[in-house]
């Protein structure tokens, strides 16, 4: 009974196939979108000013990091929650996907959040006339939040990874500290013979 329920358990993480499958058909729709406002830039982008063209060009930067953001939380969740993508990813030259750790994807999602954040902010600032004071104020406070957060992430991860790269208590030698030197040569050599010299 209870390695049926261990194998069920293990089984249903395949259940998050459906969300990623469903994130790259939402992923898919998304480019319809996008491709559409590339091509309103495209015949629009002569007769309109340096303003107008500027606030298009970030609406598609934003749509990119978006994307981005979306395929790295699938490929990454993916490879750590369902099935390896080493093999697969090694062969499209995408060998950093087996190298994200979870520490790793919460400051690259933080990082993506922030970028995306300051991408509305100067928008904003670049409809400062029509811009209210205190939507502004608020988003100002957000980013900063986002900042505050991508930093205490970072922080966190590096203290973890110093925590866990912690060097073992051995001398350079690899004895353990503690360790007789000339003991174990002692031991090998015998009781009644002396240990061997150094050159």
Do not use: C
């Amino acid at each position: 009974m209870g390695d049926l329920l261990n194998k069920t358990i293990l089984a249903s993480r395949y259940l998050l196939a459906v969300f990623y499958l469903g994130l790259g058909a939402a992923l898919a729709i998304y480019a319809v979108k996008f491709a559409a406002k590339i091509y309103e830039f495209a015949t629009k982008v002569l007769g309109s000013d340096e303003h107008d063209n500027l606030l298009a060009l970030l609406y598609l930067l934003d749509s990119a990091l978006v994307a981005a953001l979306v395929v790295t939380v699938a490929l990454s969740s993916w490879d750590s929650l369902v099935s390896r993508l080493k093999a697969d990813a090694e062969r499209e030259n995408m060998s950093w996907v087996a190298k994200v750790d979870p520490g790793n994807l919460k400051i690259k999602l933080a990082t993506a959040l922030v970028a995306i954040s300051g991408i509305n902010l100067l928008q904003m600032f670049l409809e400062i006339k029509q811009t209210e004071d205190r939507v502004l104020f608020w988003a100002i406070a957000i980013h900063g939040a986002f900042l505050m957060g991508v930093l205490a992430l970072a922080i966190a991860d590096r203290l973890e990874g110093t925590t866990e790269g912690k060097p073992t208590a051995e001398t350079p030698t690899g004895q353990k500290s503690g360790a007789l030197p000339g003991r174990s040569q002692r031991l090998e050599t015998g009781p009644d013979q002396p240990p061997p010299r150094g050159n």
